[in-house]
């Protein structure tokens, strides 16, 4: 008993289901509850039991079955508890009935992840994200979490996972108030995404590339970009490190330099609220020339991973960009064989192996694919012309009622010329839409 009475963190017992009925990327399995424990160890708490059951179907009321809880219930009482965590996402009524049946407040990965990225973010733009997120997850979940909360804060001591951020003076507060912070909250996003166009406007006028780095956390986006670039970005071995976009220099060659974006890691079952409050930090990746997925060749999950990741870079509209998978910590890699493609190397960020090839496929990746096209461009846009007369190679110039350019342009220079090219090109949809 006195064992657990020193130890100050919070004391949680891992819950998960697996069943035919759910989506197989909604299971619970034994590598995503091993990540949901360094989940809650990021959280600053520990793993105290661990239940994953098999099913046909979730319970509607209790998600789990009867026996089934009666056991966590009972690993609860005796591992002395003070949470229980779902790998799987819980509705409020199911979160709500486990808390009255088990005692103990009940949270799901989403709201440990939410936890994390509240204890996590540093920037302004960082914490009204998390901050909307935590308020739109919290919001139909009035009811039932929040009696619980304000009990246990007004018992005193510190605040448990899963009720940090919002203070609690505004988690006692109605729905209505809530909604208001929501609205205000996407207001003031909406002034820093703003901020981020002007930036963004100025970085194309000065025609440089942008390549982002996309990943699973962990995997060693922050690294890279640290030793292609010098930076200091700081980069550990924990999840989510890295909240905020950074973004460097980096010179491929004499003659090519381009921008290198660090972002949030993604990792399997992120809550949609906060994909989507982090879409301003994101919003990187859209405006990306090309994408360097990052890709942790030692984890012997690296393939679930790097699906995660595909599904995520599909959803958030960046599907067409153009990409190189990079099988990251070759040093320590032991297991089968890696693919091979043009669009794939294996290095190591850690020992710098690897990295002169990288550099080379980028620099090949963004000169090469160049295609004629014919563009008309309005008079007012004039500028554009002598763009392209530095940058493309310029065929014919005719000048009828717009300015009618045939020249030679790379895939880059296509993906910024897009509102005026007529014929030649044929860009991927997600081109069109803005
Ligand atoms: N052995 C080895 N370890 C590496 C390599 N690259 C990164 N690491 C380690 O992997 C851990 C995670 O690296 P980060 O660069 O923080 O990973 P990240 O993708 O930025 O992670 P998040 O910001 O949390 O999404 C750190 O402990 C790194 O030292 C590598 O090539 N080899
Ligand atoms: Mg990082």
């Given at each position: ?12 017992v891992l819950v998960g289901l697996s069943a035919h009925s759910l989506?197989?990327?909604e299971c619970a399995t034994e590598?995503s509850m ?15 039991g661990m239940a994953l059951q098999n099913r046909d179907a979730p319970e509607a009321r209790t998600f789990i079955g009867e026996g089934k809880t009666a056991e966590v219930k009972e690993l609860v009482r ?6 229980v965590i779902f790998d799987n996402a819980l509705s409020?009524s199911q979160q709500r009935v486990l808390s009255e049946e088990l005692g103990v407040?009940v949270?799901d ?326």
């Open positions: 008993m006195t064992q657990y009475t020193e130890d100050k963190r919070d004391r949680a989506p197989r990327e590598a091993e990540e949901l424990e360094a989940l809650l160890e990021t959280a600053g708490g520990v793993c105290v005796n591992a002395g508890a003070d949470l409020p407040q949270l990965r989403a709201a440990l992840i939410l936890d994390i990225f509240a204890q996590r973010a540093r920037t302004r733009e960082g914490r009204l994200q998390v901050e909307l997120a935590q308020y739109q997850y919290l919001l139909p979940r009035l009811t039932g979490m929040w009696g619980h909360l304000v009990r246990q804060t007004a018992s005193g001591g510190k605040s448990p996972i899963g009720t940090r951020g919002p203070g609690e003076t505004q988690l006692e507060t109605d729905r209505r108030h809530i909604r208001r912070k929501i609205a205000k909250l996407q207001e003031e996003l909406e002034q820093v995404r703003r901020v981020r166009a002007t930036q963004r406007q100025l970085r194309e006028k000065n025609e440089v590339p942008v390549v982002a780095l996309v990943g699973y956390t962990n995997a060693g986006k922050s690294t890279l970009l640290n030793a292609l670039t010098g930076a200091e970005i700081p980069a550990n071995d924990r999840l989510f490190d890295t909240l905020d976009t950074t973004t460097r220099t980096l010179e491929i060659s004499d003659t090519c330099t381009v921008l290198l974006s660090d972002t949030v890691g993604f990792i399997r079952k992120l809550p949609h609220h906060l994909v989507e409050a982090f879409k301003a930090t994101l919003e990187e990746l859209s405006y990306a020339d090309l994408l360097l997925h990052v890709i942790d060749a030692s984890n012997p999950e690296w393939r679930e991973q790097a699906e995660v990741v595909e599904h995520l870079v599909d959803e958030l509209g960046s599907a067409g960009t153009p990409r190189i998978d990079v099988f990251n910590k070759a040093d320590c890699y032991t297991g089968d064989i890696l693919p091979h493609g043009a669009d794939i190397v294996s290095l190591s960020a850690k020992t710098g192996q690897g990295l002169d090839k990288l550099l080379e496929m980028i620099g090949t990746r963004l000169d090469t694919g160049a295609r004629r096209v014919v563009l008309q461009i309005p008079y007012d846009q004039g500028g554009l012309v002598d763009l392209l007369h530095r940058q493309a190679k310029v065929e014919r110039v005719d000048y009828g009622e717009a300015i009618e350019v045939t020249a030679v342009c790379t895939p880059v220079q296509l993906g910024r010329l897009r509102g005026y090219i007529v014929s030649g090109w044929t860009p991927p949809r997600e081109f069109w839409e803005e």
